[in-house]
């Protein structure tokens, strides 16, 4: 049974930088392809960053040079850096790998 759990998320400043985790147990990230989505408050869910299985990252277009995806496999671990925040990114981010879903953490930029 896969459970992620993500972590990291809080209250920051306009142009502060915070770094999520996702942590899966239940099963190995390796060959995974994991995902990072976000939701806003009055607004659809949204994929902001991905994974593939060979280590390949893609980005949505807005987020592009702001945010980068990695993992660590040893610890069964995908990361979220997200640098230069603003209030647009504020949101509820969540990791999956299409199958589950982790409970999110709230990511609040003012």
């Known amino acids: 049974h896969v459970q992620l759990v993500e972590s990291g998320g809080g209250s920051v400043k306009d142009g502060e930088s915070l770094t999520l985790s996702c942590a899966i147990t239940g099963a190995t990230n390796s060959g995974y392809c994991m995902v990072w989505f976000r939701q806003a408050d009055g607004r659809e869910r949204e994929g902001v960053a991905a994974?593939?299985?060979?280590?390949?990252?893609t980005y949505a277009e807005s987020v592009k040079g702001r945010f980068t995806m990695s993992s660590d496999d040893a610890k069964n671990t995908v990361y979220l850096q997200i640098n230069s925040l603003k209030s647009d990114d504020t949101a509820v981010y969540f990791c999956?790998?299409?199958?589950?879903w982790g409970p999110g953490t709230q990511v609040t930029v003012s």
């Open positions: 999956s790998d299409f199958n589950n």
């Open positions: 994974l593939d299985s060979g280590g390949a990252t």
